[in-house]
């Protein structure tokens, strides 16, 4: 099993990158916190998971051990793939994770797009006493990874958002709405910046809708 890859980060995408480990490019799945600090022709160093399916073998990435950890807890509960545990760490860092799943705060699933509420209340229940918390801070009070926007990285942003689930008419608002409340996001020009901002905005905004 391939626990880890370091060497030389040959190519980054919006949710994927290669490193090359003793010639061989490795090329694995990762949240856009992950690839954020990946920079090609750099060295780089992730821990993996390898998922083995009847017609595929796929390689997820991620950047701490506790990332990786509540990654494979996820796969452990009924109905939830390896994309959809990826979507889950991509609105929530893992410290977030496991307070939602202790405390059985169902609606911070719900802020993952293909989440219902039905599916968040199956996922805490069946992560009851797999999660506990570890007492490290989040990046916000809920843990959420927290003009007209026409520039070369919009389509890379939006390309990114849809994958993890949201449309197309969605994520572009989120952006635009994102960039509008934090126009040095837009003077940067920063894909991986950009992305992070608008996960965050768009897990603020499903948090208020479902408080309605």
Same mark, same amino acid.
């Given at each position: ?14 949710? !994927? ?21 990946? !920079? ?140 509008? !409340? ?31």
């Amino acid at each position: 099993m391939i626990s880890s890859l370091t060497g030389t980060v040959e190519s980054v995408g919006l949710n !994927h990158a290669v490193i090359t480990v003793s010639g061989f490019g490795m090329r694995f799945s990762a949240t856009p916190q992950t690839i954020a600090g990946l !920079h090609p022709g750099e060295a780089g160093r992730v821990l993996t998971s390898l998922v083995v399916r009847e017609d595929s073998m796929t390689l997820f990435g991620f950047a701490s051990q506790d990332e990786r950890e509540v990654f494979d807890v996820l796969l452990g509960v009924s109905g939830v793939g390896p994309r959809l545990a990826l979507a889950v760490l991509a609105v929530h860092e893992p410290e977030a994770v496991r307070v939602a799943a202790s405390s059985g705060d169902d609606k911070a699933f719900t802020k993952v797009p293909g989440i219902g509420p039905k599916g968040a209340r199956r996922i805490v229940l069946e992560l009851t006493d797999k999660l506990v918390p570890t007492g490290a801070p989040t990046a916000g009070a809920d843990g959420d990874r927290g003009g007209v926007v026409e520039q070369p990285w919009m389509d890379r942003v939006l390309e990114a958002l849809t994958g993890l689930g949201w449309t197309e008419k969605d994520a572009e608002k989120a952006v635009r709405d994102t960039v509008r !409340h934090e126009p040095e996001l837009e003077e940067a020009g920063d894909v991986a910046s950009v992305l992070k901002a608008t996960l965050r905005h768009l897990g603020q905004g499903q948090s208020s809708r479902s408080g309605r």
